[in-house]
């Protein structure tokens, strides 16, 4: 169950709370950054995250 509690945590709205002294950050680490080989495939679809 622990490689799932990373996910219920964000999914909980608790993870600044439980992550926060490990440099986790709101509104950057709730997503993950695109590859940037998805973005350029894409044709100009496919936007960076914020904060990547």
Do not use: C, H
């Amino acid at each position: 169950m622990e490689n799932d509690r990373y996910f219920d945590v964000i999914r909980q709205g608790r993870a600044a709370t439980v992550f926060g002294s490990l440099g986790w950050k709101a509104n950057k680490n709730e997503v993950w950054p695109i590859p940037q080989a998805e973005i350029d495939n894409s044709g100009g679809v496919l936007v960076q995250n914020p904060g990547y």
